[in-house]
């Protein structure tokens, strides 16, 4: 399967901390976005990071992609209650018009 | 600026039965993609349209699922007959992409639930 893999697949953390999540995948890439999912918001966009791109910043985001070891990381710095949620890692393989998304990563933010 | 609607919100049938669903994209969005999302796993991509074009339906399982977005905007999923595995979220999302990178955000709709008895 293309699809990626993200972990952890569960983090729990206290309000102010940081989190990090990692998506990996198998074959090239063109870019990489980042969704989060809640029951409130439905599943929203946050970031996309390009393929001869290393970094991109955000708010409070901070999104790394390292083609060589074909992943990606999502910080969220200073976390907040709201941030909890599910993020998940939506890849476009190279010669591909369509987005594979990764297993997610559950983030629970405890106030 | 509206969302993407979808109806119905919530569906349940039973196996065998056909059920269609509804979404309504942004408007002036040229790509519009439906996504089957199983408890606890990822959104998969079930089709793809570019205006009235077929972008990829790789993953469709065109015995039961067919899909169509007439004139280009509107767009129906529909399964016949239900199975028991078909039970998901159902998204629609549009995006403004009008070329072939593909590099526009997806905005999702809130989904419709369906459950298969």
């Known amino acids: 399967s293309q699809q990626g893999e993200e972990d952890p697949q569960a983090l729990s953390i206290q309000e102010g901390e940081n989190a990090t999540m990692n998506c990996s995948y198998k074959t090239s890439i063109n870019n990489l976005q980042w969704y989060r999912q809640n029951s409130g918001r439905g599943l929203v966009h946050l970031i996309l990071?390009?393929?001869?791109?290393r970094e991109k910043h955000s708010g409070r985001l901070r999104v790394t992609l390292d083609t060589s070891k074909k992943s990606s990381s999502l910080l969220i710095t200073a976390s907040r209650a709201a941030d909890t949620a599910s993020y998940f890692c939506?890849?476009?393989?190279?010669?591909?018009?369509?987005?594979?998304f990764g297993t997610g990563t559950r983030l629970k933010v405890l106030a | 600026e509206a969302g993407v609607a979808q109806s119905p919100r919530y569906k349940i049938i039973e196996k065998r039965q056909s059920v269609a669903f509804w979404c309504n994209p942004i408007s002036g969005h040229a790509t519009l993609y439906w996504y089957q999302q199983i408890l606890g796993q990822g959104p998969k991509l079930l089709i793809q349209f570019q205006n009235n074009g077929v972008v990829d339906d790789s993953q469709l399982p065109k015995d039961r699922f067919s899909a169509e977005r007439l004139k280009g905007v509107d767009s129906t999923l529909k399964i016949q007959p239900a199975k028991l595995e078909d039970s998901a979220v159902y998204l629609c999302?549009?995006?403004?992409?009008?070329?072939?990178?593909?590099?526009?955000?997806?905005?999702f709709g809130p989904g419709t639930r369906l459950t298969v008895l």
């Open positions: 990071i390009r393929s001869n791109e």
């Open positions: 939506a890849s476009k393989f190279s010669g591909t018009y369509k987005y594979i």
């Open positions: 999302a549009s995006s403004l992409e009008r070329g072939s990178t593909f590099e526009n955000e997806q905005f």
